[in-house]
């Protein structure tokens, strides 16, 4: 089965990143909420998996000042605090999804 891909990736505004899907669900992510989602190897060590990106470093008005397309798989995002070496692949981006509907999905899983 092909992984669902975005359709359309915009910034809201200074404080959220919409996603919509190619079968119509539509994902909003805080930005706060996905910066510290990033698992570059800056923010998660690479050998151990420990998470050292911690939500008292990332400022509460971080803004996404550049989104870009990484081949067909995932986006690259230039944040306002200076960081950049992060790749959101598009099945992470899914799977992190932080509506309601994806949220109780997970639960009952």
């Known amino acids: 089965m092909l992984a669902v891909k975005p359709v359309e990736i915009a910034k809201e505004g200074n404080k959220t990143i919409r996603v919509t899907w190619g ?18 190897a800056s923010c998660v060590q690479e050998w151990t998996g420990e998470v050292m990106i911690k939500p008292e470093m990332i400022p509460s008005d971080i803004v996404s000042l550049k989104i870009s397309p990484v081949g067909n798989y995932a986006i690259h995002i230039h944040w306002s605090d200076g960081h950049e070496t992060g790749i959101y692949a598009f099945g992470m981006l899914r799977e992190i999804c932080p509506c309601d509907k994806c949220v109780v999905k997970k639960k009952g899983a």
Do not use: A, I, W
Not at 23 to 40: A, Q
């Open 23 to 40: 079968d119509g669900h539509e994902s909003v992510y805080p930005n706060t909420y996905l910066r510290l989602k990033c698992r570059c």
